[in-house]
């Protein structure tokens, strides 16, 4: 099967948003007298801003009306918005800029699968809204990551199966989303922690895309 599409994950693959929704969260954890760690981060990654509420809240042994969880939720944004507003286009993670050039070369088409609602404003503010045939983001659909919505969707959009298609993720919950959804993976972080991946790399930058084809194709 020929590979004809790339699809990437937002937050801590094509920018370094992770850490600001990890610092964003952690503010709110402290505030409710309690702390989150680096490792239950991982747990959060690629997961919906309610959800990912939901299991910072069990988390700390709290439960707490829709009302205030509402207000949480829309603090943490607030935080996260007051973090991400002086971010440029000198954000976006190594390697992201030359991969996208290849990509193209490859005459591969491109599609965002995040479960961000701040997506679309991110990509604006490093440029990058145009390096994306589609752009399929956290209002575009009903279930978040691990479930394979946000890709099949995009795959879908760009009118292409979802075996014609890479999926580039940082997170536990969207390597999942992408397996679950019948896609060849590359795992961006580290192996102990995306286990699931059919490949692994550090960062775009050490990866090519005659790379990622050869292994993805075969
Ligand atoms: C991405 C991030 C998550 C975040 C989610 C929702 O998947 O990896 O950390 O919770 O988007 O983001 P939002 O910007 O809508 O709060
Ligand atoms: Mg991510």
């Not at 829709?66 to 603090?75: D, G, I, P, V």
């Amino acid at each position: 099967m020929s590979i004809k599409a790339f699809l990437f994950d937002l937050d801590g693959v094509i920018v370094d948003t992770a850490i600001y929704h990890y610092q964003a969260w952690k503010r709110l954890a402290n505030e409710l007298g309690f702390d989150i760690s680096e490792e239950f981060n991982e747990g959060l990654k690629g997961v919906s801003r309610m959800e990912s509420l939901d299991l910072i809240l069990a988390h700390g042994g709290l439960t707490l009306s829709e009302e205030k969880k509402t207000e949480l939720a829309t603090q943490k944004n607030q935080w996260y918005l007051e973090l991400v507003s002086r971010m440029t286009s000198d954000d976006i993670l190594p390697g992201v800029a030359t991969f996208f050039s290849q990509v193209r070369k490859a005459g591969l088409q491109t599609a965002l699968g995040s479960v961000s609602k701040n997506a679309p404003m991110i990509l604006e503010r490093i440029g990058m809204t145009n390096a994306f045939d589609a752009i399929i983001d956290g209002t575009k659909i009903s279930k978040g990551k691990p479930d394979p919505e946000v890709f099949t969707k995009g795959a879908a959009e760009l009118g292409v199966s979802p075996v014609e298609c890479v999926v580039f993720e940082d997170a536990v919950a969207g390597v999942e989303a992408g397996k679950r959804g019948g896609m060849f993976v590359v795992g961006l972080g580290s192996p102990d922690v995306l286990t699931q991946a059919d490949l692994v790399s550090p960062s775009l930058d050490i990866l090519t895309v005659d790379e990622v084809l050869a292994k993805a194709s075969v």
